[in-house]
């Protein structure tokens, strides 16, 4: 993540704060979305730790120091006799951790003996109040202070008792939600009359219990479900929970007691709720984890408009919000350019985001998504992240929209492009498909790469054109009987081929980073990508301020690195390599004879072929470049060397090796 000064923080928390003030202005006010629950907890999650960085920046008017909207004046208006408050959000274990240790700095003697946790429904927050036993009023949240009195609403209710067991003075708070179930059919009712389908159960329920005339709630299969007793206030959370199902309210019966002695358990069920909420009657994005001794939970108080005592865990989110730091063209292996968006990484849906497809140049000029926007990120069918929208209002000033025919001219200047009639993709100019197939194959076995003997031009050819392989992972699905099949392979020459192939699966991970062709990526570079990351998987999720951290990789290579594993295909086709038994090796050569030390090869070597002696060096930890530069080691000279390569070695008193040293050097 880039950092932040002081300046750029002020400018950033104030667009935040409009933005977040906006959507809760619409969401808690007037019933209506303008972003997703998921995205806005991001948006605020952001705002939160900014302030948490530069504590001096907070205001009182901050969405983070207070609890939702002004109330709507269509109803009267309460005053809670105790707040209704929200709770902070955490996403992760570790701030799970940070929340605990924070506050037993904070209780005397420094110990949590239990947690209590339930289900967080997503529903509207509303407190009902019984006098003597009897049920006198429903009061929504409102900012937390003032709510609405939406009691004729909330009678209708058919799971609100209106008399409870005792004959007592009881505050209940709760969720008013609608089941899945119920909503469906409500939808569904929406779909057969040619009705505008509602958004979410959510907004359905709360825009009902705000709607006038209580027909119409009772027209709808609302459900009460309790998460608090405020009065009387019991030890517990857990016993408060027992007495509302003593007293007849429903709870989510999702409720638990965790020891705090024993964290693991607690991460585990969290884990486990993530699959199992699914299967709820009611949706839910979260868990509430809260100190179980009310006493205690109680003393911790209040910081800003939020609890010490409790938070609210946020499951993975199907959206959330994020920068665009670069745009960058990735050349798939049909020659077609595909736009990717290099993201600031953000967990959605339980993985990490780094990259979205932009698809083509008509969909950039749709979103007109730019260089340093802040956009909404999800994931289409729970794989590929994909940009639903791009947060105007938080635009950096001085963007300007993307260019695509220039950025393809600046990242391929030696490339041609063409976009065909009727397609909205624009393609390598002169190459087809097969042709780029066959050239990549041809390169993924050549000697700088995984050297597989039997994968030369003709063969390459027969096993693309006879359709046996389609891509580069159809090598490994090959058998003797399909090879023996072709003309030009008898069952000898089949079998060497499936033996070659066997081998390769475990090459030098820098050898296999060379042969995935990723464009300006020599074996040279290959090694300083291998000796960074050490791993095929670190390489691909790697971000563009490591990439640029290597000696010699500048924007451009970079870029293409960064291009290459935005690409789905490319990632589909590694993903199929791993599932077929690709397994490379690192060996780290750091303290390898020849680690940190340079050569050039110039002229004809008697022994070696070029490549194999640049192999030879690279083996013992060298770094073999194509130009003499003031940090070379030495110039070894073959037969008929370049004369400039002769010349700027004297000039910068770079002592030469003849093919005799060199042998010495390499061990042979």
């Not at 609405?148 to 008399?163: A, F, G, Y």
Request: glycine letters at 6%; proline letters at 4%.
């Amino acid at each position: 993540m880039k950092t932040i000064n002081k300046a750029e923080a002020a400018a950033r928390i104030e667009k935040l704060r409009e933005l977040i003030n906006d959507y809760r202005y619409h969401y808690h006010v007037l019933d209506e979305s303008i972003m997703s629950e998921a995205a806005a907890d991001s948006l605020k999650h952001e705002l939160s730790k900014l302030e948490e960085q530069f504590p001096e920046l907070i205001t009182p008017d901050s969405p983070t120091q207070r609890v939702a909207g002004k109330p709507l004046d269509k109803f009267t208006k309460v005053h809670h006799e105790k707040r209704m408050i929200s709770l902070a959000d955490v996403f992760s274990e570790e701030e799970i951790k940070d929340w605990i240790t924070r506050n037993e700095k904070l209780i005397p003697g420094g110990r949590i003996k239990e947690f209590f946790t339930d289900i967080k429904m997503d529903g509207l927050a509303c407190a009902l109040k019984y006098k003597d036993g009897l049920f006198v009023q429903a009061v929504t949240r409102g900012d937390g202070l003032i709510g609405e009195d939406v009691t004729l609403n909330v009678r209708t209710i058919q799971n609100i008792p209106l008399k409870i067991a005792e004959k007592s003075d009881v505050e209940v708070r709760g969720e008013i939600i609608l089941f899945k179930k119920d909503f469906e059919e409500i939808q569904e009712k929406q779909r057969k009359m040619g009705e505008k389908e509602f958004a979410n159960p959510r907004n359905l329920a709360a825009g009902t219990i705000r709607q006038l005339d209580p027909k119409i709630a009772a027209s709808r299969n609302l459900k009460f479900i309790a998460y608090d007793l405020v009065t009387p206030n019991l030890p517990t959370h857990s016993e408060a929970y027992e007495k509302l199902r003593e007293l007849g309210f429903r709870t989510s019966n999702e409720d638990r007691v965790f020891p705090a002695n024993n964290l693991k358990d607690l991460f585990t069920y969290i884990k486990n709720l993530d699959d199992y909420r699914k299967g709820l009657l009611f949706n839910t994005d979260g868990m509430v984890i809260k100190i179980n001794d009310r006493a205690i939970y109680d003393k911790l108080g209040i910081i800003g408009k939020t609890p010490r005592g409790a938070v609210a865990f946020k499951f993975p989110a199907e959206e959330s919000t994020t920068k665009v730091r670069d745009i960058v063209i990735s050349i798939g292996r049909t020659g077609a350019a595909t736009p990717v968006a290099i993201l600031d990484p953000v967990e959605v849906a339980g993985s990490t985001v780094r990259h979205a497809s932009l698809h083509n140049a008509d969909e950039i000029a749709r979103l007109d998504v730019r260089i340093g926007d802040t956009v909404i990120v999800y994931k289409a069918g729970d794989i590929i992240p994909q940009i639903k929208e791009v947060l105007t209002s938080l635009r950096p000033e001085g963007t300007k929209p993307f260019n695509y025919e220039l950025a393809l001219k600046e990242q391929y200047p030696d490339l041609s492009f063409v976009r065909p009639e009727g397609e909205v993709v624009y393609r390598v100019k002169g190459e087809t498909s097969d042709f780029i197939l066959k050239r990549s194959i041809e390169y993924y076995a050549s000697k700088p790469a995984l050297n597989i003997e039997g994968l030369g031009e003709k063969n390459v050819a027969l096993l693309v054109d006879s359709g046996l392989v389609k891509s580069l992972p159809d090598l490994y699905r090959l058998t003797k009987a399909k090879i023996s099949s072709l003309e030009r392979f008898a069952e000898l020459s089949a079998q060497k081929l499936i033996d070659n192939l066997e081998k390769s699966k475990t090459p030098p991970l820098n050898k296999f980073i060379t042969a995935l062709g990723i464009r300006h990526v020599g074996a040279q570079t290959a090694i300083l990508l291998a000796n960074k990351f050490g791993t095929i998987d670190n390489l691909r999720n790697a971000e563009k301020d490591s990439l640029l951290e290597i000696p010699d990789i500048g924007e451009v290579v970079a870029e293409s690195i960064l291009a290459f594993f935005a690409d789905e295909d490319n990632l589909k086709m590694l993903d199929e390599l791993k599932e077929l038994g690709m397994n490379p090796v690192f060996d780290d050569l750091s303290k390898a004879p020849l680690s940190g030390k340079s050569y050039i090869i110039s002229g004809t070597l008697e022994k070696f072929g070029r490549e194999e002696a640049e192999d030879k060096l690279r083996a013992l930890g060298a770094t073999v470049t194509s130009s003499v530069t003031k940090t070379t080691t030495a110039l070894i000279l073959g037969a008929k060397p370049g004369a400039s390569k002769l010349k700027k070695a004297a000039s910068l008193n770079i002592p030469t090796m003849n093919e005799g040293e060199f042998l010495k050097l390499v061990g042979e």
